[in-house]
């Protein structure tokens, strides 16, 4: 009996510590989170010059007219050999794609390029990396929402680091990036991306570019050899 009476208060303490240290932490984690929120919208592009320089292919992501108008646009001025769009429905075809942003499919459709397999970012990376591997280029310039970039950049340089990746934000009309806390919309999305992005640089150390976790990776890579 005297032992069980001693046992009893000391789990209270640690319960007792484990919620003093808990209180203590919350807070410390939400102010560093907001911090990271405010940094990360920071970082955001802001609408300026565009890089002039030619890359071997311009690559869009799907989510927006803007996008593809801007996609259609570098490859008419000659920015890129090709146009790559990535995580486009299946059932579209390019035809039907430039038509919808009221171009002639007569200009551009020997110079675009849909992928279908792709249904997120980690998605297009992947794709688009097979593509280049495939078409053997070496550079390209990535068009997609300016609050989308960051973590974009982020999964295109895990899945291609010896690509080199120009950034060409386009700017939609319904992200208000100056004040954004002030637009609930805008304030939800910027959450939302940021969340995102803080998974995706959380997944890194533990996948390799092709998805696989890095011991099987290397399994594949030493079974690979041996054929």
Known sequence: MSGFGRTRPSRRRRRMRWLRAAAIAAPLLVALWFAGLVRFARDIPSPGPEPDRATDAVVVLTGGTDRLDAGLRLLAEGRARKLFVSGVYRGVDVTALLRLSRRNPRDLECCVVLGYAADSTVGNARETASWMAKEGFHS??????????????????????????????????????????RWPGTLSLLITEYDKYLIARARFPFESPNGEAPDQAQGAAVLGGGT
Do not use: C, D, G, N
Not at 141 to 152: C, F
């Open 140 to 181: 390209l310039r990535l068009v997609t929402a300016s609050y989308h970039m960051p973590r974009s950049l982020l999964e295109f340089h895990r899945a291609m680091p010896e690509v080199e990746i120009v950034a060409h934000p386009v700017f939609p009309e319904r992200f208000k990036q100056e004040q954004w806390w």
